[in-house]
């Protein structure tokens, strides 16, 4: 008897995510004040001018700001620590955004202008 045993594989976030370019912090900036990033359902970000950031996370909305520094966003979460930011590097596709820290995709979702 023959037994053959397939070897399957997961795909890592930098092969799926080649068709994506890195952003500077200009770009990161330009592209993210005055709109927002959500994926449509659990969770959307609203990057206000001014720095402050409203995040609405499975149906809780709270409080923030965020910044960029060199070429990554940051995020201040004051239930997390009232100092201390996350801080993401940004790539890019089409209006499609992704927020990896490393190479540890964090967050994924869609560019939208504010009215």
């Given at each position: 008897?023959?037994?053959?045993?397939?070897?399957?594989?997961l795909p890592d976030v930098a092969a799926e995510s080649a068709a994506?370019?890195?952003?500077?912090?200009?770009?990161?900036r330009s592209a993210l004040r005055g709109s927002s990033v959500g994926d449509g359902r659990h969770w959307e970000h609203?990057?206000?001018p001014d720095g402050r950031l409203i995040r609405s996370e499975s149906g809780t909305s709270?409080?923030?700001?965020?910044?960029?520094q060199g070429d990554q966003l940051c995020l201040l979460k004051p239930e997390i620590s009232s100092t201390q930011?996350?801080?993401?590097?940004?790539?890019?596709?089409?209006?499609?955004?992704?927020?990896?820290?490393?190479?540890?995709?964090?967050?994924?979702?869609?560019?939208?202008?504010?009215?």
């Open positions: 008897m023959l037994l053959v045993l397939g070897a399957w594989t994506f370019a890195p952003l500077n912090g200009q770009q990161i609203q990057y206000l709270k409080a923030g700001q965020w910044s960029v930011a996350a801080c993401f590097s940004v790539h890019r596709r089409g209006n499609e955004l992704q927020y990896l820290d490393g190479q540890q995709l964090v967050y994924q979702g869609f560019l939208k202008r504010s009215s």
